[in-house]
């Protein structure tokens, strides 16, 4: 069952420390989406790839946050100088490289825990 | 700014009931109608989605009703079970085309309680 991968599953970070999320995403798809669940609520759109470019990243924040999809290896979410609002679940998502980009094929997600 | 909003917030169903949940969205450009399942811990997963130019789509005992005047689409969970217990998200999004393309937008996310 090769689904959407992520790690790690759980995270604890300092404030003041970077957190890197790694997605891997289902064989041959090359899109990918990241999310952001706080408690009790809906996932928030954060930013888009495909291979080696950032198609959209409207949802993320200017500052301290940053995204690749490298051609070789997993996609990578990064926060850096985490604070305790970064805690959160995030999910990432990816699609296949036909039409039907809009189906997501959602991980299991990182939780993110800023002490 | 509230694109897309759920409701009920949250719903208690006996067994073999039926469970339904709406959404309502803002946004005319959205062409893509999915309704996604979540248990704790894990990833949302995708239940049944439906296009704007069909009213309705049926897959088991899970039911999409469609109307675009209205601006709505709603779930339905026929014969429901305790292992239907779950958080429901709709996810409206865009196909193609636009700055949009390919972002999902959540509702708030129902939470399904179906007792045995």
């Known amino acids: 069952n090769a689904g959407v991968m992520q790690n790690p599953r759980h995270l604890v970070r300092r404030r003041g420390q970077e957190a890197r999320l790694r997605c891997s995403p289902m064989?041959?798809?090359?899109?990918v989406y990241w999310y952001r669940q706080l408690p009790e609520e809906g996932l928030k759109f954060m930013v888009y790839?495909?291979?080696?470019?950032?198609?959209?990243e409207s949802g993320m924040p200017k500052e301290r946050f940053s995204a690749e999809f490298p051609k070789e290896g997993p996609s990578i979410l990064r926060i850096q100088q985490v604070v305790r609002g970064d805690s959160a679940a995030y999910f990432c998502a990816s699609s296949p490289t036909t039409r039907s980009q809009e189906t997501q094929y959602f991980g299991p997600g990182t939780r993110l825990l800023v002490l | 700014q509230q694109q897309v909003k759920q409701s009920p917030q949250s719903l208690i169903v006996q067994k073999g009931g039926i469970s339904i949940i709406n959404c309502a969205y803002e946004n005319t450009a959205f062409d893509y109608f999915p309704w996604y399942q979540q248990f704790p811990g894990k990833g949302p997963e995708l239940l049944i989605a439906?296009?704007?130019?069909?009213s309705e789509k049926k897959e088991g005992r899970f039911t999409i009703s469609f109307n675009k005047s209205a601006k709505q689409f709603s779930l339905h969970i026929m014969d429901s079970q305790p292992g239907d217990s779950a958080t429901y998200f709709c996810a409206p999004g865009i196909r193609a085309g636009g700055t949009s393309y390919g972002k999902l937008t959540f509702g708030q996310g129902t939470i399904l309680t179906v007792h045995p």
């Open positions: 439906i296009r704007p130019d069909v």
């Open positions: 064989k041959g798809h090359s899109h």
């Open positions: 790839l495909q291979k080696e470019n950032i198609i959209d």
